[in-house]
């Protein structure tokens, strides 16, 4: 089959070198570090035998002709940016093990009834504009104009990142994949958890990616003079800040499978000796039901404004980006489990805690997940890490299902 796991991990540490960090992996949408990985992967899906470009919003897409041609296409493919002080796996490796199965058919000179379409999505963490999926959002016909108003982390608007970047703002929308153009969306991506390593095997296929909210939490109460207001006086906005985090902790943890978490918080005017009047702190909440992840956020909510009040602050809640559970079609999910089978693997089926492009596609096209397990189910980490023989299985389980793909329904 002359699929090679060493190149795919090969790729990925290629991959890995283009960081706006020195000493570690940081790689954001639009970045110079992006468009030195988007040349690798163009040139890596040429090699490939596929046609590849950069479409309107900087994602790289590559398609391997149907035979006869102009067929619909299963989409593959998967994110190559990453958080901050990243691993080399997530996103990435579903790229390149995607790239590798092409590349074997190509030898083979084997075409297939369907084309194939790989993505490098240009943004699935959203960590510079806050909001996440822009590229797969932007494939699926669903991105919404008003984010190009939106300012990155470092203050420069989407629309002039995209323009700084070789990009014209005004053709995003020809990104955008109709229906009848996709089959099937089917992403390989590490587990990025522990189950497939606790039960001792290497690939699992998922049976639906977690829903989730993302705000910004904004609590405003008095600076004032550390060594002068009383404490009965003071309007702590980062000591109600503090307990409010306190209350996330327990409403999800009191919530089955719910999870909340607060990454990013900034308090100012930020000096030693003055009261913070001003706290903005990020929330990110996930459940495997939309029912279950809309009463955390209720409970959540009522708990922030009771302390809120007792404390004399303002709090203000602004949303960022809302994503539904997606369920991963179930006709998928027998393919990929039909092809785990074959590859003499045990076949267990698993949620995604972690959100994916799938979140997106869904909107055009059934979507089906195919996790590689990760040591640890360390992930979000430099210490992410996957082994060749887990990335091999993956490899061939993915090459098998695209082999034995049978259209399901057009778009849901
Ligand atoms: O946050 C997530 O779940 C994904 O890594 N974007
Ligand atoms: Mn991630
Ligand atoms: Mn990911």
């Not at 958080?83 to 092409?102: F, H, K, N, P, S």
Request: hydrophobic share 50%.
């Amino acid at each position: 089959m002359a699929l090679d796991a060493q190149r795919i991990l090969a790729r990925c540490a290629e991959l890995a070198a283009h960081s706006e960090q020195p000493d570690g992996l940081t790689r954001v949408f639009l970045s110079p570090e992006q468009r030195a990985v988007n040349a690798l992967v163009l040139e890596w899906m040429r090699a490939a035998g596929m046609e590849a470009a950069l479409d309107a919003i900087g994602n790289c897409v590559g398609r391997y002709e149907s035979a006869p041609p102009g067929a619909s296409a299963l989409m593959l493919g998967s994110h190559l940016d990453t958080v901050r002080d990243a691993g080399r796996y997530d996103g990435m490796l579903g790229v390149v093990t995607a790239i590798e199965c092409v590349a074997a058919l190509a030898l083979r000179r084997q075409r297939l009834p369907f084309a194939i379409v790989v993505v490098g999505f240009g943004d699935e963490e959203g960590v510079r504009f806050g909001s996440t999926l822009l590229g797969s959002r932007a494939i699926a016909g669903t991105f919404d104009l008003a984010l190009l108003d939106r300012p990155g982390r470092d203050g420069v608007p989407l629309r002039e990142a995209l323009q700084s970047f070789g990009l014209d703002p005004t053709r995003v929308a020809t990104a955008a994949f109709a229906p009848r153009e996709v089959a099937a969306y089917v992403e390989l991506h590490i587990e990025q958890g522990p189950v497939l390593e606790a039960e001792g095997l290497p690939v699992g296929v998922v049976t639906a990616i977690n829903g989730g909210y993302r705000f910004n939490v904004n609590v405003t109460g008095m600076a004032g003079h550390a060594g002068t207001v009383p404490m009965a006086l003071r309007r702590d906005a980062l000591a109600g800040a503090a307990e409010c985090i306190g209350a996330v902790e327990s409403v999800a943890g009191n919530a089955l499978d719910v999870v909340g978490t607060v990454g990013r918080i900034e308090a100012l005017p930020g000096a030693m000796n003055v009261i913070p009047g001003r706290v903005r702190f990020s929330l990110d909440l996930r459940a495997p039901t939309d029912a279950q992840r809309a009463a955390a956020l209720a409970d959540m909510r009522t708990r922030f404004e009771a302390i809120a009040r007792r404390r004399g602050l303002a709090l203000a809640l602004e949303p960022v980006w809302e994503a539904s559970t997606a369920q991963c079609d179930a006709r998928l999910q027998a393919q990929l489990a039909a092809a785990v089978a074959a590859e003499g693997i045990g076949v267990r089926h698993l949620p995604s805690g972690a959100g994916h492009d799938g979140m997106a596609l869904i909107a055009i096209a059934p979507i089906g997940m195919l996790f590689v397990r990760c040591t640890g189910g360390i992930s979000h980490h430099p210490d992410e890490a996957v082994t060749v023989e887990d990335v091999d299985a993956g490899a061939h389980v993915l090459l098998r299902f695209i082999e034995a793909f049978e259209a399901t329904s057009a778009a849901p």
